[in-house]
Structure formats: structure tokens, C-alpha cells
């Protein structure tokens, strides 16, 4: 009971100082909204990388082009050395007629573009291999390169590798975004709650005398920097959540083929740690302008 009253009152004195400092509280929510709609930004962007590239590696296959006329025995030998190479989860074989058919699927009302071709079809026999992860494309290759009957192999782990840089970017431009903006959410933040407490000094300083604990003073002030702080998660996420779901629709209609992280439930995620980390700068913004305040 004495913990409700006692919350009730911090809630209290807290509200009092936002509305007493209303110019500077709104500027506090206004940077704390500001930084963390742009790491909310970087996080999405990330996020969308990081799937893109989830989706391009469950996709990645190295393609091995025969020899034409490759006997059958070569072919299975072949075939049995493949599947036992480490790192390959997957082996399909592709004959020159199946590679055709599948060019006349891809081409669609265009297959007369292969009407010179259909008496002598110039298309290789292959294998299509699939690998556990992106790193053991090249090693497969390579361990391939030189075996008989092989005539060429084509593979895409750079556009892998490439991906992994861009996600990697965006971590850390968010994060050193995050930090640079964050400094200045923290600083104007603990400037607001100072002016309230130097404002409160004379009171401070009798209710010190009457024997008041630090924590019973210091609670209004970090009740006040957590709703400054949450208030600007909250307009953040409002941002993000809002600008997002239109951009999702957007991309869905026009290029729909582009594969993106869904709504829900990334945003109901990102929501809450905007959240907590706009309540957390609000904490450090008010302990570090009531702490020298303190003594008195």
C-alpha cells in the first residue's frame, strides 16, 4: 500500500514538472521521437536485408555443366562423388532435354525464339547442388573444378556475400546512429528534469533536513524522465509502425516478387523495444541531473 502511495505521488510531482517545463518536456519527447524513429528505420532495413539474404541462401545452388556424351557409368560416378562432398544437402540431375523445357516454361509466348534450335539442342546436362550454408559454395567448386567430365561450373555466392556486408552495414550505421542521437536525447532530457529540480532546490533541501532518503526525492525525477522518454518511444513506434505498413503495401502491389519481413510480428516487437529504450534514456537523462542536485 505504502508502494502505491507512493507511486501515485512520484506520478504526481512527475506530470507537475513536465507541465511546468512543457517547452523543453516537448522538446525532450521530440528528440527522444526523432532518434528513435531512425534507429527504428536502421532495424527495419536490417531486418529486410537480413531476410532477403535468408531467402537467397535457402535458394543457392552451384550448377555443374557436363560434358556432352558423358557415358553413364561417368555420369554415376560422378554423381556419387558429388553427394559426398561435406557441406551438400542436395543433388539434382538435369538433362539436356529437361534444361530445354524449362527454357520454353521461362520464355512462354516467345518459344519461337528456340524454333532454330529444336533439331540440334545446344543445352548441357547438369547437376544442380544445394549446400548448407553460403561459405561452403566456393569449397564445393573448387572441389569439383578439375573432375572428369565436368565442362563448367556457375555459382552466385557473391550476391550472398554481398547481402551479409549490407546487413552488416546497416548494424552498424544504426548502432552508431543510435549512440550519437541517443547522447543528445540523454542531454536534453536530463536538462528539462534539472530545471524542474533546481526549481524544487528550497523543498529538496527541507525535506533532506526532515530526514527524506534520496530515493524518496530522486523517484518524481526518474518517473518524469521515463514518461518523457517512453513518450518519445511511443511516437516513434507510431512512426515506424504507420510508415511501414504503407511501404509494405506499396512494395507488395507493385513489386510483389520482392520478399519482405510481414507486419506483424516485427512491429509489435519493435514497438515495445522503442519503448524500453526511450524509458531507459529517460532513466539516465534524470539520474544524471538529480545526482549532484542531491547534495545539499
Known amino acids: 500500500m505504502g508502494f502505491l502511495r507512493s507511486l501515485g505521488r512520484g506520478f504526481r510531482e512527475a506530470f507537475r514538472g513536465i507541465a ?6 516537448l522538446a525532450s519527447v521530440s528528440t527522444a521521437a526523432l532518434t528513435l524513429a531512425v534507429l527504428a528505420g536502421f532495424l527495419m532495413a536490417a ?3 537480413h531476410h532477403l539474404t535468408t531467402v537467397v541462401e535457402g535458394q543457392l545452388q552451384v550448377r555443374v555443366y557436363l560434358e556432352e556424351g558423358l557415358p553413364e ?8 562423388y558429388i553427394a559426398g562432398i561435406p557441406g551438400v544437402v542436395g543433388l539434382a540431375y538435369v ?10 516454361q521461362y520464355l512462354g509466348d516467345d518459344q519461337f525464339i528456340l524454333a532454330a534450335v529444336e533439331e540440334d539442342n545446344p543445352l548441357p546436362a547438369s547437376f544442380e547442388i544445394e549446400v548448407l550454408r553460403p561459405d561452403l559454395v566456393e569449397r564445393v567448386a573448387f572441389e569439383l573444378k578439375h573432375q572428369p567430365g565436368v565442362r563448367e561450373i556457375a555459382y552466385s555466392a557473391e550476391v550472398v556475400r554481398r547481402l551479409l556486408d549490407l546487413t552488416n552495414f546497416f548494424r552498424l ?3 552508431v546512429v543510435a549512440v550519437l542521437l541517443t547522447g543528445v536525447t540523454v542531454f536534453i532530457i536530463a536538462n528539462t528534469i534539472r530545471i524542474t529540480v533546481f526549481a524544487r532546490r528550497d523543498e529538496i533541501a527541507i525535506m533532506k533536513l526532515v530526514g527524506a532518503t534520496d530515493w524518496y526525492i530522486r523517484w518524481p525525477f526518474v518517473l518524469e ?3 518523457l522518454g517512453a513518450a518519445g518511444g511511443g511516437v516513434a513506434a507510431l512512426l515506424a509502425v504507420g510508415g511501414y505498413r504503407w511501404l509494405f503495401r506499396f512494395v507488395v502491389e507493385r513489386v510483389p516478387f ?3 519481413v510481414g507486419p506483424d510480428p516485427m512491429l509489435h516487437n519493435l514497438t515495445l523495444v522503442l519503448l524500453a529504450i526511450g524509458a531507459a534514456v529517460g532513466v539516465v537523462g534524470s539520474q544524471i541531473s538529480v545526482r549532484r542536485l542531491l547534495e545539499v
Do not use: F, K, T, Y
Open 225 to 227: 524522465g521515463i514518461v
Open 95 to 104: 538433362s539436356e532435354e529437361e534444361a530445354l523445357d524449362r527454357l520454353r
Open 258 to 260: 520482392l520478399p519482405l
Open 20 to 25: 511546468a517545463n512543457s517547452v523543453l518536456s
Open 173 to 175: 550505421a544504426g548502432l
Open 47 to 49: 531486418a529486410n536485408v
Open 73 to 80: 557409368v561417368d555420369l554415376r560416378q560422378l554423381e556419387a
